[in-house]
């Protein structure tokens, strides 16, 4: 049976799995959908048209899915989608999409967004990132998976930051940050690559030397940027962890942190 506390207010098109926990004074809005084993806590607003998977947990004060803080949203019905098993702690804040671009604000399974983190309109956030206390991204960012944003880290809109890079606390990105890249500072300069966080999923230390040393073509070799991402390329064909950064420096459209 659903477990809604009697102060919960949940709209008549809503729909939530039969063992969904939702916590007084929490409001779930119209043509959401909420999926099995999620906890809602108390004071939690769910805007429409939002769809949370399974077994997601949203802590007190949070705001999921209202409508984009853009002067250009003229109320469409645009949507927020929500995968599996993360974590929204307290005043976490995730925006809808918008008619000029995705329609849809997308985030994958397995994050953790720490208290007062913020999520923009028609961003995409990958799998398994860690949003550290007071970080935020402006609409149209994209982060890849296990990307982790350190305290009070801030990311320029339609900026992209690759998988596995680390953003260190207070950083302030305004270019793309590519794969496995840590970035500091203000603008966000790069500073070596996130070899710890690298070790802990288990890559070897033959991909983390792969990557030091593609890190070392791009940044310390002072190669025209087209060179190096040709080299990286090349490398790829030998190392299969360096496709993923030859990939993202080919799409680079803002330029890259250097």
């Given at each position: 049976?659903?477990?809604?506390?009697?102060?919960?207010?949940?709209?008549?098109?809503?729909?939530?799995e039969?063992?969904?926990?939702v916590g007084?004074?929490?409001?779930?809005?119209?043509?959401?959908?909420?999926g099995?084993?999620?906890?809602?806590?108390?004071?939690v607003?769910i805007?429409?048209?939002?769809r949370l998977?399974?077994?997601n947990?949203?802590?007190?004060?949070?705001s999921?899915?209202?409508?984009?803080?853009?002067?250009k949203?003229?109320g469409?019905?645009t949507?927020?989608?929500?995968?599996?098993?993360n974590?929204?702690?307290?005043?976490?804040?995730v925006?809808?999409?918008?008619?000029?671009?995705?329609g849809?604000?997308?985030?994958g399974?397995?994050?953790?967004?720490?208290?007062?983190t913020?999520v923009?309109?028609d961003?995409?956030?990958g799998?398994?990132?860690?949003?550290s206390?007071?970080?935020?991204i402006?609409g149209?960012v994209?982060?890849g998976d296990?990307a982790v944003?350190g305290?009070?880290?801030?990311?320029?809109q339609?900026?992209?930051?690759?998988a596995h890079?680390?953003?260190?606390?207070f950083?302030?990105?305004?270019?793309?940050?590519?794969?496995?890249?840590t970035?500091?500072?203000?603008?966000?300069r790069p500073h070596?690559?996130?070899?710890?966080?690298?070790?802990?999923?288990?890559?070897s230390?033959?991909?983390?030397?792969?990557?030091r040393?593609?890190y070392?073509?791009?940044?310390?070799?002072?190669?025209?940027?087209?060179?190096?991402?040709a080299?990286?390329?090349?490398?790829?064909?030998?190392?299969?962890?360096?496709s993923?950064?030859a990939?993202f420096?080919?799409?680079?459209?803002?330029?890259?942190?250097?």
């Amino acid at each position: 049976m659903t477990r809604v506390h009697a102060s919960a207010v949940i709209d008549p098109s809503a729909e939530l799995e039969p063992d969904v926990a939702v916590g007084p004074y929490s409001i779930v809005g119209p043509d959401v959908v909420i999926g099995t084993g999620s906890v809602i806590g108390p004071h939690v607003v769910i805007g429409a048209r939002t769809r949370l998977g399974m077994r997601n947990r949203i802590f007190q004060f949070a705001s999921i899915g209202e409508i984009a803080q853009d002067r250009k949203y003229g109320g469409e019905p645009t949507t927020t989608t929500i995968g599996d098993d993360n974590t929204f702690r307290e005043y976490a804040t995730v925006h809808a999409g918008t008619a000029q671009d995705r329609g849809d604000t997308l985030i994958g399974n397995g994050n953790l967004f720490l208290a007062y983190t913020h999520v923009a309109h028609d961003c995409v956030v990958g799998h398994f990132t860690t949003f550290s206390n007071n970080a935020q991204i402006a609409g149209h960012v994209r982060i890849g998976d296990w990307a982790v944003l350190g305290a009070f880290a801030g990311v320029h809109q339609f900026c992209r930051v690759g998988a596995h890079a680390m953003l260190a606390a207070f950083a302030v990105v305004l270019q793309d940050v590519p794969p496995y890249v840590t970035v500091q500072g203000y603008p966000a300069r790069p500073h070596g690559t996130n070899n710890e966080g690298l070790r802990r999923r288990g890559y070897s230390p033959e991909d983390i030397l792969s990557i030091r040393r593609a890190y070392k073509v791009l940044y310390r070799e002072n190669m025209p940027l087209e060179e190096a991402r040709a080299k990286i390329a090349a490398d790829a064909g030998k190392a299969a962890v360096l496709s993923p950064l030859a990939e993202f420096l080919a799409a680079s459209s803002r330029g890259i942190v250097r």
